[in-house]
């Protein structure tokens, strides 16, 4: 993409209403702007971030049996009226009243809606195990919508809901949404600690929140500094298998937030192993039984000739969310530091004097090749100062800059700078493709 | 995908409810589900439909030029008082009220909203032209939902907007929209035909509305025949060139939709130029001038040095109603034939005898096959009759079916069927899976 056709507009100043670095940076860096409190439009920048994001996240569903649906936005406040949770939900919960006087919600999560659509059509424990995930905004009348997407009140998730026989192969539901979430955060590019949780609201009796690590982030945790090292599964990992010694290998060690934390547990680690840090949670997983199938009368036919109540699990992740705390956990002074995987564009070109013949001559060449070739790539083909170029391509922090000036060409050279070592590099122009097209 | 892991749940009856012949296959092939009035879940197939026809616009879209934003669904009252639209509007317009008492809406377009975003950021007039489009859910209380996704309340709809310093470039922005939906109609396998509209409530002086012929099509439509043999042009058309010619090609023969006829101007056609048949709109074009930046603001300054608000220009189209009228264009007694771009998968996989060695063995080779050549298969690996397993293929309407039972295997033979002629074929398994790797 050109810079010249594109529209990424920075800001120089800090805004002053964001008060966590995320937010200055995603204002700063054009990925999003408010339009009313807590509610974002996503500009160029952050509408390629997110959908890189959703990408892998549908990938990792879909790996792990998991199958794509989109329920609406809202909801009939009946179909909540069911599950008693219309009345329990209070004031986070936007309620609607159309034009013929019907009630309805805009919809704060799933589970009704995903119940009713199961009832409606399975009959039988032979369809069993399924796991229907959509990716979809939701709302939440936040009283106090703040930390920009972060706590926002429109925002888009990904839930995904598990239908099991029975309790035993519910838990193995869990275990593969369990081992997926591993998966796409490792995916994404961050460190994400499963850790023990409270239910809230959804309900139910196992559930793991899912925690980026990051210097800045929202609550302290507490872990043994062994799960840090517990590998992640490859992409060879069989969701039909055995995922048991998988799962246990990361809830044997103590990993807690601080609502859940055991001192007495945590204290009884060796003192080299406990880890105190901070977090952002980014997902989160339940196990909650039949406490929707039950009241929903969303039952099949077991192998008895029996009808039960199936057994339920839900699935969240926070995508909108994610860019956020991607960001808490990668930046520094001059920027975002975006990992590869979300990164809007892989390579920021700077021509750096645009008008110049050779240079111009270089450049539009370099974006041929890379472009061609399948790389992404941000063209600064805009007049300015070398200054404010190096500032912006740092602030909106694509992995790699390509640095063209007439200086470097006249002995054959381009600069290649890394934006998350600061590392640079001179190089011949086809060294330069060579080693963008080679990297990950 | 195996059927036995999937979730496509076909109904057998008619449901009484649809009207017509895309509401009734939509909900026979398990595309849908009403959730309440005119809103709709998209279920398995549904969604990969609607994800395969978003692919399609949004390369289209870039093509042109046109920049991806994504605005959110909720939008505050005041940004529409500003254009004087929140009083004009009516009831289709879903208000709502947050627990601040603040007055939002569900957002039914985005002039406001997207012109707010251009005045916060752009000042000159060498940051132009700039078109933005998004693809989001909006929502419309028509009085009387029907129709199934036709007229929905909560639907998916692509709109653009473009900004120009002057009416001239503006209406280059929208001859490049115009050509833009050209390429998307075709390549989404649909002849559809810009004709002669009316402004309605987006206001403005110049506007096409897209048709898609089809026999069973919600209006009536006049056109001259050889606006049917117009070319559409190719991928290597230059969005930045003259498209001044192609787009007379296709205004200066008639073509009205009911509303705009003109009798007098249809009747001076050759009488066997004369075409009335029906169909379907899926798309609109709009240029308006200054109708939104002049009370808005949103000015640029020009190379003269002072302020002129920005010429717009506006471009919907309905991605979800558009997977009801591809079906309406295309099917038969026996279900839905979709076009080979927007299919769910490309082939379905009959195991005509699951439970036999040789043919699941077979079946299950030629699934890793095609899907390790990137093929999109849908394998049904299920027990049932043949009858019902070829019904059931036919309705969901893949574009081939490859069908495999003993009996053919008996002689080193499988069946090969293209859904949209009905012709089949009996050949080995390497000539089947070449054949389907060579088909496009």
Not at 67 to 95: N, V
Not at 178 to 191: E, P
Not at 269 to 278: F, I, K, S, T
Request: glycine letters at 8%; proline letters at 5%.
């Amino acid at each position: 993409m050109r810079l010249s056709r594109s529209f990424l507009p920075t800001l120089r100043e800090t805004p002053k209403e964001a008060e966590i670095v995320s937010h200055r940076l995603m204002l700063r860096a054009g990925l999003v702007r408010q339009q009313s409190a807590g509610i974002y439009s996503w500009l160029p920048l952050g509408q390629k971030v997110l959908a890189n994001i959703q990408r892998i996240v549908r990938e990792e569903q879909n790996r792990a049996g998991a199958i794509e649906i989109l329920m609406p936005t809202l909801q009939s406040a009946d179909l909540w009226r069911e599950s008693g949770r219309y009345e329990d939900y209070g004031k986070e919960m936007l309620r609607i009243e159309d034009r013929q006087e019907r009630e309805m919600l805009y919809g704060p999560t799933n589970e009704e809606m995903v119940t009713d659509i199961f009832r409606s059509y399975v009959r039988s424990y032979k369809e069993l195990p399924m796991n229907l995930y959509h990716i979809q905004w939701k709302f939440r009348d936040e009283l106090r919508p703040r930390f920009g997407v972060m706590r926002g009140r429109e925002f888009l998730m990904k839930d995904a809901y598990s239908f099991d026989i029975d309790e035993a192969s519910a838990r193995r539901a869990y275990n593969r949404m369990f081992v997926a979430y591993l998966r796409t955060f490792d995916r994404l590019g961050v460190k994400a600690i499963p850790m023990r949780a409270d239910s809230g609201p959804i309900g139910g009796d196992a559930t793991h929140e899912f925690i980026v690590l990051a210097a800045t982030g929202e609550s302290a945790v507490f872990l043994d500094k062994r799960a840090l090292d517990t590998p992640v599964p490859g992409d060879d990992i069989d969701f039909y298998g055995d995922l048991t010694p998988i799962v246990s290998a990361w809830t044997e060690k103590y990993a807690a937030t601080e609502e859940m934390h055991d001192k007495a547990a945590f204290e009884a680690l060796p003192e080299e192993n406990r880890v105190e840090a901070r977090g952002i949670e980014v997902g989160q997983v339940f196990y909650f039984g039949t406490k929707y199938s039950e009241p929903m009368g969303a039952k099949v036919t077991g192998p008895d000739g029996v009808d039960h109540p199936v057994h339920m699990g839900s699935y969240g992740i926070g995508v909108s969310r994610l860019v956020a705390a991607i960001i808490e956990a990668s930046h520094d002074e001059s920027g975002i530091i975006w990992p590869e995987s979300v990164a809007p564009y892989k390579v920021g070109l700077i021509n750096l004097k645009v008008g110049d013949a050779a240079t111009d001559l270089a450049c539009d060449g370099l974006y041929e090749r890379l472009t061609n070739a399948g790389i992404e790539v941000l063209y600064d083909d805009v007049e300015g100062r070398a200054g404010a170029k190096f500032a912006t391509m740092d602030l909106i922090g694509l992995p790699w800059q390509l640095i063209v000036g007439p200086k470097g060409l006249a002995s054959g050279e381009v600069e290649i700078k890394r934006r998350a070592t600061g590392e640079r590099e001179s190089v011949s122009l086809d060294t330069a493709v060579a080693k963008l097209l080679g990297s990950s």
